[in-house]
């Protein structure tokens, strides 16, 4: 069982950043392509970015796109998402999530191909 432990989430001003971690109890973390999801109060749970296990292909939604980085150091056990500019509307609990991958380049924006789960860390955007 794979454990994910997010961290890095906390209350910031409009314009600001934050760099949420994930880590991971797996030793081969490598074998995993690593997804970021949020959850915003009263919304359904969305697709923000993701990295595969090569860690070469990475995606990204709109939303975010040109102002988060998803990034990984397979060595450290260790997933970030690095957010700049952030917005009042980035405000939501999130997640990191695990996809076991055969395929070294392949990535998912799709939550329920994910095995495993953290239990989120919370980013507040203030305007």
């Known amino acids: 069982q794979v454990q994910l432990v997010e961290s890095g989430g906390g209350l910031v001003q409009a314009g600001g950043s934050l760099r949420l971690s994930c880590s991971t109890s797996e030793r081969t973390t490598s074998a995993y392509a690593m997804g970021w999801f949020r959850q915003a109060p009263g919304k359904e749970r969305e697709f923000v970015a993701v990295i595969s296990r090569n860690g070469l292909m990475t995606d990204y939604s709109e939303p975010v796109k040109g102002r988060f980085i998803i990034s990984r150091d397979d060595l450290k056990n260790l997933f970030y998402l690095q957010m700049n500019s952030l917005k009042p509307e980035d405000t939501a609990v999130y997640y990191c999530?695990?996809?076991?991958?055969?395929?070294?380049?392949?990535?998912?924006?799709?939550?329920?191909?994910?095995?495993?789960w953290g239990r989120g860390t919370q980013v507040t955007v203030s305007s």
């Open positions: 999530a695990g996809r076991w991958s055969r395929d070294y380049y392949a990535t998912s924006i799709v939550g329920d191909e994910y095995e495993y």
